[in-house]
């Protein structure tokens, strides 16, 4: 059997004959082996630089006593760097799997995505978590910037976790069980390590003192940049991060402190990263001039970017031919894919389009390993064409006499035509002189040549990356591209990249360069090697086989609960294969949101119920072509098993930990800096609740429950589950307050304190739920503002826009709630910060204001409210509830027809009377019996400002006939002062006596 040992000398030796050198890992803590200098500082600059070596990385908060399965606060890792990047280390990679004797045939070897990112030095990248039958065993990195400084080249980084690899190799299921060198397992070589170290950092590390090391560490690190030894100042840098990583693992660490410790770190990173650079500079770049070799590639598979170079010609006369065209990259995110698809057949539609090829229909499908388009009978040449190119205006191009001027010979001479071959042309109504320009056609190996550049040059996604290639970015990297017309090589370069007739299937095929003889048979050669193109395909392939699947323990899976899960899932693979998994019963003790939130945020897997809705300890996964299912089946239920072991761990830390120690926990956490700890906002919250309850008629029932709700609120971010999974919060909430003997209703309320959780989410069900998550995001909102933490651009770090849709549903949907405003509540919650001694100025609750109500008008449009009848609600924007219940009115009443008429006429009143115009009229001075007849009716008409449109409409609508009557006969603005205020006074009590809050010009307008 392969022991821990051999696989790390396996290792080494398997990227030392690759031309990596090997050097030793670092003798101070550091929490990945990214950073040891060995990765961290030399990723840094233009020198290259291949280098493996082992790094046990040092993390605190994974420490578990030694109990957890596949958790160890001192990890194993092997690292590996390759600068620049090869060409192929996904396929070097897997090269190394092999070596280490992991069948690839037999286990489902994926890559996920992972937009990695370490903010405390000012780092990130793209790449994936590469999973090993469902368990993460390597993280797999392009380095895009690291210290704040931009890599050029770029690196790749490969982190093997050696543990989670050797569990699956030797098949345990406890890294205790592993065999580390003959005779010796890992748990009787390192278990007392793990133990003894785990009490340190979750139980024993005394906080003052790690609070004095970082301090220490982080102020000697800045007097070693000062003194320019960038070496020394990043060990000191690393230092501070173990100690950080300490007081994290104890709790000490509050969401302020966090940003403001990342920030120290940061700024120390950057500075050693540019000291580091200019050290080598100075050192002129030393290892420019080695001759160390590049990376071997060995058996290992290269990627066809080079293509094939055929010198083909089409003739005038050929008949037409399908046109196909493969972009190959490596494995996009799922999110990525349907982008890709849409980006590329805009492209080429509008590409063809301004061209003069005649063509068919144009499909493209994507996978998350290519993106693949077929163009039906692309005409083999373009027909020549003549244009008119523009000269000076006729006027100018010749004078009086008719005889050419400077301006038209000027013309002429740049057109390299005689003047005498100029004519005259309309362009834009008017008259130009002009060069007629022929356009021979191209042929179309040439225009499609010029497509497929630009398709491929413009591609773009959300997050962007650079690799090997000098010009080309996109989400991953781009490693082929076949373009065929017909059994014709659509001959085009891009950057690096030229494309061919090859295209490259599976990985793990015997052999995945495949030759495409022409554009009819790449589609069919991709289906024969298993590859399903077509997105919707794989997504019925998806249902279909775990719906199979699940019928064969006698349980269903809720497709439209997990329609996203599904949708993710169909990006993630190329050939959808079924897996069905199982769990031990006993884990159905922990609350279902546990297990589906661990299966679907961490696993993708597919949970199985009962017909009724209940878990059964089954699920489905989904691996990517051919396996062993039996293998794969049993790797992924560790990993589950491994999960659950995880949550069991803190589901029963905290269920052993008192409801009120969990509350007096999150004192110990500061929200931010000038607002307090986390507990003095949720006593802010039970305030602030109880104030916007005073106003509402609430029973006994009720007000009990939010009292005790509101003292226990927040309670649940103290706990170890929703520190590990913070996505829980308010659903442990409820969970652990039921277990501690707390009512059902105030458990709920806790829970719902937490909703709407996203655009679209559930609402609080009850009211004292609605008013604690309507108390929370009024507070966030009125504190952020009066800080000045408003979002811009992209970046909400508090999310604020979320909590701002949050106040807007919940008050669209509580018509118990309707008395409280958006005024109302800011009002409430900025009094209560000034109550503890935080200023918060009436500009920044103007602020929150405009910004709060302005989320309904955005809600109302993205849910296909009509604009217009959006923009009619608007003046009702601080109180959500009216402005609903008014959209309702007006769709009761619409098909009324007396509802245009009227509105139409009180629109009219708007637009003459002017703003601020007092609803007051002398009727004495009005004497045209058409203002008479008008001002009897008025005077009669009930004041249905707090009304309903539904309740005006009967008694306001006899006024349009008499309306109608005073604006044919009657001059509003008379030039006697009294009678022309007279007469706008009384069009203006009818407005006034009208439903307030209604835009009635946008009204009008939508109706």
């Known amino acids: 059997m392969l022991t821990v040992q051999d696989a790390l000398l396996t290792l080494q030796k398997f990227w030392t004959d690759r031309g990596c050198m090997v050097v030793q890992p670092f003798n101070t803590e550091v929490g990945a082996g990214t950073m040891n200098p060995a ?24 420490s578990r006593y030694g109990e957890n399965p596949n958790r160890l606060q001192q990890h194993t890792q092997f690292q590996v760097i390759l600068k620049p990047d090869p060409g192929n280390p996904q396929e070097l990679y897997l090269e190394s799997l092999a070596a280490l004797g992991i069948d690839l045939h037999a286990h489902d070897v994926r890559f996920v995505e992972d937009n990695w990112a370490q903010p405390a030095i000012g780092a990130w990248g793209l790449g994936w978590e590469v999973w090993l039958d469902g368990m993460e065993v390597t993280q797999f990195t392009y380095f895009q910037q690291v210290g704040g400084q931009n890599l050029d080249p770029v690196s790749v980084e490969l982190t093997y976790g050696i543990e989670r690899i050797m569990m699956a190799q030797q098949g345990v299921s406890h890294f205790k069980d592993m065999l580390y060198a003959p005779g010796i397992t890992y748990g009787e070589a390192f278990g007392q390590q793990e133990y003894e170290m785990s009490r340190y950092y979750l139980d024993d590390a005394d906080v003052p003192t790690n609070r004095e090391l970082f301090e220490s560490y982080t102020a000697e690190a800045r007097r070693l940049v000062e003194t320019r030894l960038p070496v020394p100042a990043h060990t000191y840098v690393l230092k501070s991060s173990h100690a950080f990583n300490v007081l994290d693992s104890r709790g000490a660490i509050s969401t302020t402190e966090r940003a403001q410790a990342f920030s120290t770190m940061r700024a120390l990173a950057r500075d050693v990263a540019a000291l580091w650079i200019e050290r080598r500079a100075e050192l002129d770049y030393p290892l420019l001039k080695s001759d160390a070799a590049p990376v071997l590639t060995g058996a290992a598979v290269m990627p066809p970017h080079q293509g094939e170079h055929e010198k083909d ?99 002429a001479r740049g057109q390299k035509v005689d003047v005498a071959d100029l004519v005259r042309a309309e362009f834009d109504g008017a008259e130009h002189v002009a060069v007629r320009i022929d356009q021979p056609g191209r042929d179309a190996l040439s225009v499609l040549g010029d497509l497929v550049a630009t398709t491929v040059g413009e591609l773009r996604a959300d997050r962007n990356m650079r690799w090997s290639d000098p010009e080309l970015t996109y989400s991953r990297p781009i490693r082929w591209v076949v373009a065929l017309w017909g059994a014709l090589v659509v001959p085009a370069q891009v950057s690096q990249l030229r494309t061919g007739r090859t295209t490259y299937t599976q990985r793990g095929d015997a052999d995945p360069l495949v030759r495409v003889d022409n554009a009819q048979t790449l589609a069919p050669v991709l289906a024969e090697r298993g590859i399903v193109l077509d997105a919707a395909e794989r997504r019925s392939s998806v249902v279909a086989q775990a719906t199979a699947l699940a019928a064969t323990v006698g349980g269903v899976v809720d497709f439209e609960d997990e329609a996203a899960l599904v949708d993710e899932i169909t990006n993630l693979v190329e050939q959808p294969r079924g897996i069905l998994g199982s769990f031990e019963e006993r884990y159905l003790k922990l609350p279902e949101q546990i297990l589906t939130t661990v299966m679907r945020k961490h696993q993708r897997y597919l949970p199985v119920r009962d017909a009724d809705g209940s878990l059964r300890p089954y699920f489905v996964t989904m691996a990517n072509g051919v396996c062993d299912d039996d293998v794969v089946r049993e790797g992924n239920e560790k990993v589950l098993r491994a999960r659950y072991e995880d949550a069991a761990f803190f589901y029963d830390a905290d269920l052993q930990t008192p409801l009120a120690d969990l509350r007096s926990g999150i004192g110990k956490l500061t929200f931010e800096n000038r607002l307090g700890s986390v507990a003095q906002r949720a006593d802010r919250i039970a305030d602030l609740a109880s104030a916007l309850a005073g106003d509402l008629q609430l029973g006994s029932d009720d007000r009990a429950t939010l009292t005790r709700a509101g003292e226990l609120a927040k309670f649940d971010l103290a706990s170890q589950m929703v520190i590990e999974l913070s996505s829980l919060a308010g ?39 609605a008013v604690l998550a309507l108390a929370d995001r009024f507070d966030l909102l009125a504190a952020m503002f009066a800080l000045g933490a408003k979002p811009t651009g992209s970046s909400d770090p508090f999310a604020l826009r979320r909590a701002a849709l949050g106040v807007i549903s919940i008050l669209r949907e509580h018509e118990a709630l309707s008395l409280v405003t958006v005024d109302s509540g800011l009002a409430a919650a900025a009094k209560r910060l000034r109550g503890q001694g935080i200023e918060v100025g009436d500009e920044a609750v103007s602020a929150a204001r405009e910004f709060t109500v302005g989320r309904l008008i955005q809600q109302l449009r993205d849910e296909g409210v009509d604009a217009r009848l959006a923009d009619a609600v608007a003046p009702l924007s601080a109180s959500p509830g009216k402005a609903q219940a008014a959209l309702g009115d007006i769709e009761r009443t619409r098909t009324d027809p007396r509802l245009a008429t009227l509105v139409e006429a009180v629109q009219r009143i708007t637009r003459i009377v002017p703003a601020g115009t007092a609803a007051a009229y002398d009727a004495s001075v009005l004497v045209d019996p058409a203002e008479v007849d008008l001002e009897r009716l008025v005077a009669a008409l009930p004041d249905h400002r707090a009304d309903a449109i539904p309740g005006w409409l009967p008694d306001a609508s006899v006024l349009v006939g008499p309306l109608t009557r005073f604006f044919d006969e009657v001059l509003v603005m008379a030039p006697d002062e009294r009678l022309r205020a007279a007469r706008l006074g009384l069009l203006q009590t009818i407005v006034d006596r009208a439903p307030d809050g209604i835009d009635w010009q946008a009204l009008n307008s939508a109706l």
């Open 39 to 62: 990765t961290l500082l030399r990723v840094l600059g233009p020198e290259p630089w291949r280098v493996g070596y082992v790094e046990p990385s040092v993390r605190p908060d994974d």
């Open 731 to 769: 659903t442990m909430a409820r969970e652990y307050a039921l277990r501690a003997g707390e009512s059902r209703a105030v458990a709920d309320a806790l829970a719902e304190m937490e909703q709407p959780r996203s655009a679209g989410g559930a609402i609080p069900r009850t009211v004292p739920g």
């Open 313 to 411: 010609s089409v003739s005038a006369d050929a008949p037409a031919e399908d046109f196909a065209f493969e972009i190959g990259v490596e494995e996009l995110p799922p999110h990525v894919v349907g982008q890709a698809v849409e980006q590329v057949r805009s492209l080429l539609t509008d590409g063809l389009a301004a061209g003069r090829l005649t063509h068919g229909e144009v499909s493209v499908l994507g996978t998350p390993r290519r993106i693949v388009a077929h163009v039906q009978a692309v005409s083999a040449h373009e027909p020549d064409a003549q244009t008119m190119r523009k000269g000076p205006k006729v006027g100018a191009a010749y004078d009086d006499e008719g005889n050419p001027t400077k301006a038209a010979q000027g013309f």
